[in-house]
């Protein structure tokens, strides 16, 4: 199965991935990538911006944009009464706050568990996702931070 | 002084001090070549300097110490002390040019013979004799060989003494008086300390006094003569000496901008943080904290001023290039140009200088190639031949403003509009209806130049896009003000910093924002009941500021924010669902509705209304608690000015002002054209800072502009205009009845018991009169419970109620009345809201009320009109194609004492024209089918008929800035909108007055 793999080259480095859950699904965020992860945050709404804009707040004196995911993924909106939590990213100098339902362990991989994306999976996840890490019991979406953000804003 | 020579002297200044340094140590080591290669090319480039600059007497000093030096360099010369003597001599001669330079801007008189003797002749390797020197140049006396230690060591002293000053720049001469009493004080007290002998002590306290006082150049000397009395008395009074202060090394330092961008952050951070730990203290209340943070607040306040300073720059720096441009250009052009600029020394902030210096220099450029037209071009237009480009600077309210004015030939209108056209940026149908002012803002439009030829100043078409683009960029605005033949007038408004604003925070639907309060003028609060209150013309929220009627815009609203706020105009409800669901438990909402169906209604209807709903909530007494306590709510407005334009936001609650920095939002949140930035408050939240030009655009305003708004002094929404707001009530038959809403004064609730009866006359107590009342019809029977809806209709201090079954709704519809006056009282029916319904003729009723109210006027004979102007009436002619309007302002015209005569059309006027029929004032329709008003006007005034100088009152429903235009220039007095009763009433007066 390995040997089909075409983009990634065939080595045995191991990546990082913080784990986290978002409507059910595990979803993996390079580890390097994330800067800090937040409970429930208080965010400033900000009126007009798109949907995915869940708002702002201040961490630390920095202003951090809070992206609600679960709209970025084209999910249904939170109803099981828990706090949701956020892991805050850099991308291109600002920092963003991703809403995501929890947080799991930081797992590691090795390349050769790595999927790229089955044609068959929705264009909108397909977009944000570099492949999936076939875990022992489950599947760890890759979620791409620069696409997952990028696309927001450019329409409204 | 010379731009340049402020430069050069800068620069000399700091080069003349490495020499000083370099010449010490070469006395040390004679055989370094790299120093003395080093010396050689500062003298050098001084000489070089000197020589562009027309500076002889500096360039042969230096020419000739140069000489020397290149023998050094070559090995010709053996460096001994003497010659490096000559040398600081030499350099000390060049410091005292350079300073008399500096002082008086022009080379001091005086003879340097004798020291170029002295260093030609060292030039030719002879050892001068120190008596001989003394001899030939007792100025120099100070500069004797054996004194060379005590140079030394005042160099060494020297930088100690240095006045900490920064200057980024060159700096213009400065006006007396900028540095502050204290400073000058503190100066002076520390120089009669200073008397004798400089001691460690006073050089500190020197340093010090020099630390605090901010230089300014010509306040600066005074002070240095006293230091420089004072501390060069031990190595005698020699004016030459290098002990002197020089006013501009030692008391400017370059810094590099980024320091002080960077300190300038840092600032920013620690006031913020400031910020942060006051509100924390005030929550607090008296805490240890509370003394030593007042400090710190206070240190924090003055650093941020210090190095606010440290960035200001006059703004003369940005024009400093302007007199060349507009020179080159008038002689490339052919034109004559006078460049006059006023208050240069204004200072603003580097980087907002360095953000509108193009723009500046883009727009003068603008200015004399377009704006001023060539000599014969001006005598021909009976101007002088020479054309001025005025440029003034000055501080108003925390703003800079830089007013750019020519005499030129202004905007040509005619070509900018067909360039709107060519470019596709507005409709034919839209440009018609825009006035000069929103054509001429088309300049700032990308890709727009009117100039018929590229030349190589302007009319590349990048420019005023560019320009404005720059000017928003830092929180400022442009306006234009142009009059075709007299010229143009470019007013920028500029903010004098950009790092720290003040910012008022307010809420809106629960958020809060913050709006910069550079562009707050003032604050007003506003409730449903005092005399502030918000009024409305179809649905849009005014308010009348100081007999001006200020635009509104509801800051919910702008935002889209879920509104908690009562101002938001959905008229899809009817109100009988209103009063309805009022009545249902869903109170919160019902509240919200009546609030919404409010905006539609004038101010008096609404208060009524108001009312009128109240009782018909008042089933639950918990339910009108409610109410009261929502309407009774305050709110406010925060009047905001953009360029010129000065509309109001409607805010639920405004908090304090507080200082924040502005820090620009995330890249995804750019095309936010409603926020300049966020910021993080001292609470720790984050906040949203409002950009008021962004909401201006938003709202539509600021395209809508007046020229002048003493015009109406009403600003138009051309697009509501067309439409009329209807009260649609019952009156228990099966046909909805309208009636403009305009003409209903209030809404109130009758009860049987309040009804009385005077000769037979239904009335009813109203505001201390009595009010006569009339059903509708029949059919309309009052309610023992409930009682009835009560139209009121008023004028000046008599009313009359009209009573009907109950009020459907309020729209805003295009009506299109088809005339059926089969029944009396009726005007006809239209089609609204899907259904047929009929349009009340209240002329009708109002005559049927009291024959005395109005007189009889519909159909008046030609012939009364003479009998009434004998007791003073003014014959009004009142033409308009259509019966309903005919009938509905008749009444109104009567009432005011006026005899009307009313036509359906221009052809009929102008049937009665010849049969010799005159009249004091014409008020005609300008939609009109055959002839329209436009023509109708035309025709009467070219065709020099009995009317030729009859005044007219045009009468439109599309009374936008360009109808208006178009009107006056066809030949109306005045031009008013529909249904404007006053308007109308006081333009017909203020017309008759004029004549």
């Known amino acids: 199965m390995s040997e089909e793999r075409s983009s990634k080259e065939m080595n045995n480095e191991s990546r990082d991935y913080l784990t986290v859950m978002i409507a059910g699904q595990r979803f993996g965020i390079p580890v390097l990538q994330v800067q800090d992860v937040l409970r429930e945050q208080r965010v400033t709404r900000i009126p007009l911006a798109s949907k995915e804009v869940a708002g702002s707040l201040n961490l630390r004196g920095r202003i951090v944009t809070a992206i609600d995911v679960r709209k970025r993924l084209g999910l249904p909106e939170k109803d099981d009464g828990l706090p949701s939590m956020s892991v805050v990213v850099e991308h291109k100098n600002e920092l963003f706050s991703l809403i995501i339902d929890s947080v799991g362990d930081v797992v590691s991989f090795k390349d050769k568990y790595y999927e790229s994306n089955p044609g068959t999976l929705d264009p909108l996840w397909r977009n944000i996702s570099t492949g999936i890490y076939q875990m022992e019991n489950e599947l760890l979406v890759i979620m791409d931070v620069s696409r997952l953000l990028e696309d927001i804003g450019s329409y409204t | 002084?010379?731009?340049?020579?402020?430069?050069?002297?800068?620069?000399?200044?700091?080069?003349?001090?490495?020499?000083?340094?370099?010449?010490?140590?070469?006395?040390?080591?004679?055989?370094?070549?790299?120093?003395?290669?080093?010396?050689?090319?500062?003298?050098?480039?001084?000489?070089?300097?000197?020589?562009?600059?027309?500076?002889?007497?500096?360039?042969?000093?230096?020419?000739?110490?140069?000489?020397?030096?290149?023998?050094?360099?070559?090995?010709?010369?053996?460096?001994?002390?003497?010659?490096?003597?000559?040398?600081?001599?030499?350099?000390?001669?060049?410091?005292?040019?350079?300073?008399?330079?500096?002082?008086?801007?022009?080379?001091?008189?005086?003879?340097?013979?004798?020291?170029?003797?002295?260093?030609?002749?060292?030039?030719?390797?002879?050892?001068?004799?120190?008596?001989?020197?003394?001899?030939?140049?007792?100025?120099?006396?100070?500069?004797?060989?054996?004194?060379?230690?005590?140079?030394?060591?005042?160099?060494?002293?020297?930088?100690?003494?240095?006045?900490?000053?920064?200057?980024?720049?060159?700096?213009?001469?400065?006006?007396?008086?900028?540095?502050?009493?204290?400073?000058?004080?503190?100066?002076?007290?520390?120089?009669?300390?200073?008397?004798?002998?400089?001691?460690?002590?006073?050089?500190?306290?020197?340093?010090?006094?020099?630390?605090?006082?901010?230089?300014?150049?010509?306040?600066?000397?005074?002070?240095?003569?006293?230091?420089?009395?004072?501390?060069?008395?031990?190595?005698?009074?020699?004016?030459?000496?290098?002990?002197?202060?020089?006013?501009?090394?030692?008391?400017?330092?370059?810094?590099?901008?980024?320091?002080?961008?960077?300190?300038?952050?840092?600032?920013?951070?620690?006031?913020?943080?400031?910020?942060?730990?006051?509100?924390?203290?005030?929550?607090?209340?008296?805490?240890?904290?509370?003394?030593?943070?007042?400090?710190?607040?206070?240190?924090?306040?003055?650093?941020?001023?210090?190095?606010?300073?440290?960035?200001?720059?006059?703004?003369?720096?940005?024009?400093?290039?302007?007199?060349?441009?507009?020179?080159?250009?008038?002689?490339?052009?052919?034109?004559?140009?006078?460049?006059?600029?006023?208050?240069?020394d204004t200072e603003l902030d580097r980087q907002v200088l360095e953000m509108i210096k193009d723009p500046l220099t883009h727009m003068v450029r603008n200015s004399g190639d377009h704006g001023i037209e060539l000599p014969a071009e001006r005598i021909a237009a009976g101007k002088s031949e020479t054309g001025t480009i005025k440029l003034n600077a000055y501080h108003e309210g925390g703003h800079i403003i830089i007013k750019i004015s020519d005499d030129g030939k202004g905007l040509n209108e005619e070509k900018i509009r067909e360039k709107i056209l060519n470019n596709g940026l507005a409709t034919a149908e839209e440009l018609k209806e825009m006035s000069s002012q929103q054509v001429q803002q088309f300049i700032f439009k990308p890709g727009f130049s009117t100039a018929e030829k590229v030349t190589s100043v302007s009319g590349r078409g990048v420019g005023m896009d560019v320009v404005r683009t720059n000017i928003e960029r830092i929180g400022g605005s442009v306006e234009l003000k142009s009059t075709e033949g007299k010229g143009s007038i470019f007013t920028i408004k500029i903010p004098l910093t950009l790092a720290i604003v003040h910012a008022l925070i307010v809420e809106a639907a629960g958020e809060r924002f913050a709006i910069p309060q550079l562009s707050v003028s003032e604050l007003v609060m506003v409730s449903d009941h005092g005399d502030n209150r918000i009024e409305y013309i179809k649905g849009a929220p005014v308010f009348r500021l100081r007999d001006r009627l200020l635009p509104l815009v509801s800051l919910s609203e702008v935002l889209c924010l879920a509104s908690e706020s009562i101002l938001k105009p959905e008229k899809e409800e009817p109100k009988e669902e209103v009063i309805e669901s009022a009545a249902e438990e869903e109170q919160e909402e019902a509240v919200e509705e009546t609030g919404e169906a409010l905006d539609a209604i004038g101010p008096e209807q609404e208060k009524a209304l108001v009312k009128s709903l109240k009782r018909a909530a008042e089933k639950t007494k918990k339910e009108k608690k409610k109410e009261k306590k929502k309407l009774a709510r305050n709110l406010y407005i925060v009047i905001a000015e953009v360029g010129g334009y000065q509309f109001g936001i409607i805010v639920d609650r405004v908090f304090d002002t507080e200082e924040i920095v502005v820090k620009p939002v995330a890249q995804m949140l750019k095309g936010l054209k409603l926020f300049s930035g966020n910021t993080i408050l001292g609470d720790g939240s984050v906040i949203m800072i409002l950009d008021p030009n962004g909401i201006a655009n938003a709202s539509g305003g600021i395209d809508n502009i007046e020229e002048d708004a003493t015009m109406q002094g009403t600003k138009h929404r051309a697009d509501s205009e067309k439409k009329t707001s209807l009260l649609l009530f019952n009156v228990g038959d099966n046909t909805p009845k309208a009636v403009p809403l305009s003409l209903v004064a209030r809404l109130e609730n009758i009860r049987k018991e309040n009804i009385e009866y005077s000769s037979g006359q239904m009335m009813m107590q109203y505001r201390g009169t009595l009010m006569p009342l009339v059903p509708f019809s029949n059919s309309v029977k009052i309610d023992e419970e409930h009682g009835r809806p009560v139209l009121v209709f008023a004028d000046k201090d008599r009313s009359m109620g009209i009573i009907v079954n109950d009020i459907v709704d309020i729209i805003e519809e295009h009506i299109d009345v088809k005339l059926n006056s089969s029944q009396k009282g009726l005007l006809g029916s239209a089609i609204i809201n899907g259904a047929a319904t009929d349009v009340v003729d209240i002329a009708h009723f109002l005559n049927d009320v009291n024959k005395t109210w109005f007189r009889d006027h519909n159909n008046a004979p030609f012939g009364e009109g003479d009998e009434e102007e004998i007791r003073g009436k003014k014959r009004v002619l009142l033409i308009d194609d259509s019966p309903f309007f005919r009938n509905m302002l008749t009444p109104v015209l009567s009432v005011a004492g006026y005899e009307v005569t009313t036509l359906n059309g221009p052809t009929e006027a102008l049937k009665l024209q010849e049969e010799g029929v005159s009249f004091d004032i014409i008020v005609s329709d300008i939609e009109m089918p055959d002839i329209d008003g436009f023509e109708f006007a035309r025709m009467i005034r070219s065709e020099g008929g009995l009317w030729a100088d009859t005044p007219m009152v045009a009468l439109s429903s599309h009374a936008t800035p360009k109808d208006i235009e178009r009107g006056m220039s066809s030949g109306y007095r005045n031009y008013v909108a529909k249904f404007d009763k006053e308007t109308l009433l006081s333009a017909i007066a203020k017309t008759l007055d004029g004549r």
């Open chain 2, 1 to 344: 002084m010379d731009d340049l020579v402020v430069e050069f002297l800068t620069e000399t200044n700091e080069s003349i001090d490495e020499i000083d340094v370099d010449l010490v140590n070469l006395e040390q080591n004679p055989n370094d070549t790299e120093l003395l290669g080093k010396i050689f090319r500062l003298v050098h480039t001084i000489k070089g300097t000197c020589g562009f600059l027309d500076l002889p007497r500096l360039e042969k000093v230096a020419h000739h110490a140069e000489n020397v030096l290149g023998r050094f360099r070559d090995g010709d010369l053996e460096v001994i002390p003497e010659y490096v003597t000559l040398i600081f001599e030499s350099i000390d001669r060049i410091k005292f040019i350079l300073k008399e330079l500096e002082k008086t801007g022009k080379e001091p008189e005086g003879d340097d013979s004798a020291i170029i003797a002295k260093l030609d002749a060292a030039y030719e390797g002879k050892v001068i004799s120190d008596d001989e020197a003394a001899e030939e140049e007792p100025l120099a006396a100070a500069e004797k060989i054996e004194e060379v230690e005590a140079e030394e060591a005042v160099e060494e002293a020297q930088p100690e003494e240095e006045i900490i000053e920064l200057i980024i720049k060159e700096r213009t001469d400065l006006a007396p008086g900028d540095a502050s009493m204290e400073e000058l004080e503190a100066a002076f007290a520390a120089a009669p300390g200073m008397e004798g002998i400089v001691n460690p002590a006073d050089l500190e306290k020197q340093k010090q006094a020099k630390q605090t006082t901010e230089a300014k150049v010509s306040e600066e000397p005074k002070i240095d003569e006293v230091l420089v009395n004072e501390t060069g008395s031990d190595s005698g009074d020699d004016e030459y000496t290098k002990t002197e202060t020089r006013a501009t090394a030692n008391q400017t330092l370059r810094v590099n901008v980024d320091v002080l961008e960077d300190l300038m952050t840092m600032v920013s951070e620690l006031v913020l943080t400031r910020n942060q730990l006051l509100q924390i203290v005030r929550a607090e209340g008296e805490t240890a904290f509370t003394t030593p943070l007042q400090r710190l607040n206070h240190v924090v306040s003055e650093l941020q001023e210090g190095v606010m300073k440290t960035r200001m720059q006059p703004i003369g720096n940005a024009w400093s290039k302007l007199p060349r441009i507009i020179r080159d250009l008038s002689i490339e052009l052919g034109k004559k140009v006078n460049l006059d600029m006023h208050g240069q």
